[in-house]
């Protein structure tokens, strides 16, 4: 069974600073992993999607990496600013049958001060 | 891209009432939709996989008979709350894979519904 773990829980920076959120995922056999932002109350925002066959994905200053072997993913948001404040998911997911289902961790809370 | 529209976004029912929850692919057609519940600071737990044409797949701990989840179409899946108590509260979220595994497309979220039972 699938278990997934983001670090840190919480994070508060100032606006500007450069960080790493980080995901760990117990069963690498899996085909693609989707990060995505909430925003309190709200749905679930896609954000980057990295296939099997990528290591990376970049979209504007954000930029995720896959290491299927290690069970790792970690999003890097360059020049942080107030409006990346929200809680970061990560969901890796494998192809058929039972795996093809999207499994959370509890997600990263981010606050970023102006 | 694909989108998932869902409705209503808020809702607020009597205890011992039912509340019906839609979730329908505008754009193109999702033979599978997952229901995930969402209690508050907590991530997303999914409930159970709907799937056209064929009965639920709960994940276990849910009650079947409690959320009744149907399949109607190629387009609509519907989660329904039945005899709702104030213990059922939550935020639900239907989402739908991708169309193609070897697509850029993801898993495509509905916005969510607040329910409230008072």
């Known amino acids: 069974k699938q278990e997934v773990t983001q670090i840190p829980a919480a994070l508060s920076v100032p606006e500007g600073e450069n960080l790493v959120l980080n995901c760990s995922f117990t069963d690498s056999a899996i085909y693609n992993l989707q990060w995505f932002r909430q925003d309190p109350g709200k749905g679930l925002t896609s954000l980057l999607l990295i296939q099997s066959s990528q290591r990376e994905q970049t979209s504007g200053r954000l930029n995720a990496s896959l290491d299927k072997s290690s069970g790792r993913s970690t999003l890097y948001i360059a020049a942080s600013q107030p409006g990346d404040s929200a809680t970061y998911l990560c969901?890796?997911?494998?192809?058929?049958?039972?795996?093809?289902?999207?499994?959370f961790g509890t997600g990263t809370l981010l606050a970023v001060q102006p | 891209g694909a989108v998932v529209s869902q409705h209503p976004s808020r809702v607020i029912c009597k205890s011992g009432t039912s509340v019906k929850i839609e979730c329908r692919s505008l754009d193109f057609q999702a033979t599978t939709m997952f229901w995930y519940r969402q209690f508050p600071k907590q991530s997303l737990m999914l409930m159970a996989t709907s799937n056209e044409g064929s009965k639920a797949t709960y994940e276990q701990g849910v009650e079947k008979d409690k959320f009744l989840i149907n399949h109607a179409s190629l387009t609509l899946s519907t989660l329904t709350v039945t005899s709702a108590h104030p213990e059922d509260s939550s935020f639900y979220i239907c989402?739908?894979?991708?169309?193609?595994?070897?697509?850029?497309?993801?898993?495509?979220f509905g916005s969510g519904t607040r329910l409230t039972v008072v």
């Open positions: 969901a890796p997911y494998g192809y058929g049958g039972a795996t093809n289902k999207l499994i």
């Open positions: 989402s739908a894979p991708p169309l193609s595994w070897a697509s850029a497309g993801g898993y495509t």
